[in-house]
């Protein structure tokens, strides 16, 4: 009984920092990181949607999702941070236009022809990286902080198979990074 009264002290802990956490997150003012979103959504136009590195069918990007993560940060109400985090409100306009275009209008303020969205059955924990990582850099800067972090990763764990001596592992897990399985 110990272990499960443990078990849930810890979840609520969990919760409640993670909440406090995407509050302070909010907090941050749009204008600070405007300049980085309008950055950022020159870089995935000029990109596309579907952008592929090198053309290759498996380095594929989902742009889309980005820039609708983007959108989010950039459509926060940092007056009303609680309500912010738990609407996690995006913006669109008609079908004819793109998220960009939506995002790029919500960040010059301009509200007029784009309708808030709030998508509440999900946490929006990302926020919690992506908006501090637009406060000091644009998505091209991010998407190099995630590829570093990745290898680094990847580098760990090579370096704990090869001491472990989990060949089969290591075999695998160099054939998924390579995209070759």
């Given amino acids: 009984m110990n272990h499960v009264i443990k078990i849930f002290s810890i979840t609520v802990l969990m919760v409640v920092s993670f909440f406090f956490l995407s509050i302070l997150t909010v ?22 949607l579907k952008y592929r590195i090198g053309d290759i069918f498996f380095f594929r990007l989902d742009n889309f999702t980005d820039a609708l993560m983007i959108n989010i940060a950039m459509g926060v109400n940092d007056s009303q941070p609680v309500k912010s985090v738990i609407q996690n409100t995006y913006y669109l306009q008609n079908e004819n236009s793109s998220i960009i275009k939506a995002t790029r209008d919500i960040a010059d303020e301009n509200y007029q022809g784009v ?15 992506l ?10 800067g991010i998407r190099m902080i995630n590829g570093c972090c990745f290898v680094s990763l990847l ?27």
């Fill in 27 to 48: 907090m941050i003012p749009k204008e600070t990181i405007k300049i980085h979103v309008q950055e950022s959504m020159d870089i995935i136009e000029k990109e596309g």
């Fill in 115 to 129: 309708y808030a969205v709030p998508y509440p059955r999900y946490w929006h924990g990302y926020q919690v990286i």
């Fill in 131 to 140: 908006r501090p990582l637009l406060y000091v850099t644009n998505y091209k």
């Fill in 155 to 181: 580098c760990i764990i090579f370096a704990f198979l090869i001491k472990r001596r989990e060949w089969q592992l290591l075999v695998t897990l160099t054939l998924v990074s390579l995209k070759i399985i």
